[in-house]
């Protein structure tokens, strides 16, 4: 069985440019996060879906993030315009129960803002 | 809001050396999951802990949950290179499902 999926695995932009992330997650799994990671720093949760629903985006940046996930399976996560601070490596996990058992991530987007 | 803090923040220990990593939550947690992440890998789910004062062990590793439900800690006895990378614990407050992350504690481990 395939892990949850990422792409891009690497991204550098120009600040101002958007940027756009993919996860597909473990099948099965209707809950979906994504987490962004600061160099040295743990995970800190950005949004997460239950199913199709965002359910807690307290954390989201909404003047310039934003995520969708269309049928409660695949989702995205867009920057515009991307800033310099933006430089992180977001995570994308799912898992069978919010906040029980454990997620199981990606390998992570590296964004570089430059 | 609630914070997880992990001490030490970094442990360099020779291979054969035992290590220990504490971690403390300023709410109570309804369960403590605890991670390893290898570098420039991502997380990956260790063990979860339930019950107040449980303890687990994975060969080598032994996790512990605090009565108060508000600390846990990992132990891994004579530590190997393969442990190195960074232990993050991660809990949800009460009766929340929002999975914080604790600070992490990075393991060097050498010859």
């Known amino acids: 069985e395939a892990g949850v999926v990422q792409s891009p695995r690497y991204k550098i932009i120009e600040k101002k440019q958007p940027v756009a992330f993919w996860c597909n997650p473990i099948?099965?799994?209707?809950?979906l996060y994504w987490y962004r990671q600061n160099l040295g720093q743990g995970p800190e949760l950005l949004i997460r879906?239950?199913?199709?629903?965002?359910?807690?985006d307290s954390q989201l940046p909404k003047d310039r993030f934003s995520a969708e996930r269309l049928k409660g399976v695949d989702s995205t996560l867009k920057i515009q315009p991307a800033e310099l601070g933006d430089s992180a490596v977001y995570l994308c996990?799912?898992?069978?129960?919010?906040?029980?058992?454990?997620?199981?991530f990606g390998s992570g987007t590296r964004l570089t803002v430059v | 809001g609630q914070q997880v803090m992990q001490i030490p923040q970094y442990q360099h220990v020779q291979e054969g050396e035992d290590f220990t990593t504490y971690c403390n939550s300023s709410?109570?947690?309804?369960?403590i999951q605890w991670y390893k992440q290898r570098p420039g890998g991502h997380p990956v789910f260790l063990i979860q802990l339930v019950k107040s004062g449980e303890v687990k062990k994975q060969k080598r590793l032994t996790f512990q949950f605090g009565e108060a439900k508000k600390n846990s800690s990992l132990h891994i006895t004579a530590t190997q290179t393969t442990d190195v990378g960074t232990y993050f614990c991660a809990g949800p407050p009460g009766t929340a499902s929002k999975l914080t992350f604790g600070t992490g504690t990075r393991l060097q481990v050498t010859l």
């Open positions: 099948s099965g799994h209707n809950t």
């Open positions: 996990a799912s898992s069978f129960r919010q906040g029980w058992y454990g997620y199981t």
């Open positions: 879906y239950e199913n199709e629903e965002a359910v807690d």
């Open positions: 709410t109570t947690l309804s369960n």
